[in-house]
């Protein structure tokens, strides 16, 4: 059974920096979609970021386009993102997500992952 922990939330004030991080156990992380999604109260959860492990491409939403960058350490299980230049309405909930499938140039939406972290807290003040 695949488990997926994050950690690496918090509260910033704008224009700051965290990096989240997300370890996973119990599956090989081969040829497999990770994801970073958030949802704030009130909101839908959305796609961030995506990273396929067969080729390594990643895939951002145009909202954290050029402030976020996903990676991953294949030898950790460990997925990351890297937030810079925050801003308030990046708080929300974040979540880290992994399934078998192919997602080069996609996998933003939710009902595509099977495997979910608990999420972590992130708050950015104006």
């Known amino acids: 059974q695949v488990q997926l922990v994050e950690s690496g939330g918090g509260s910033v004030q704008a224009g700051g920096s965290l990096r989240l991080s997300c370890t996973g156990s119990?599956?090989?992380?081969?040829?497999?979609?990770l994801g970073w999604f958030r949802q704030a109260p009130g909101k839908e959860r959305e796609g961030v970021a995506t990273?396929?492990?067969?080729?390594?491409?990643?895939y951002y939403a145009d909202s954290v386009k050029g402030r976020f960058t996903i990676s991953q350490n294949n030898a950790k299980n460990t997925l990351y993102l890297q937030m810079n230049s925050l801003k308030p309405e990046d708080t929300a909930m974040y979540y880290c997500?992994?399934?078998?499938?192919?997602?080069?140039?996609?996998?933003?939406?939710?009902?595509?992952?099977?495997?979910w972290g608990q999420g972590t807290q992130v708050t950015v003040s104006s």
């Open positions: 997500a992994a399934d078998f499938f192919e997602c080069d140039s996609g996998g933003l939406e939710a009902y595509e992952y099977n495997y």
């Open positions: 119990g599956g090989t992380y081969s040829r497999r979609c």
């Open positions: 990273i396929y492990t067969g080729s390594g491409s990643t």
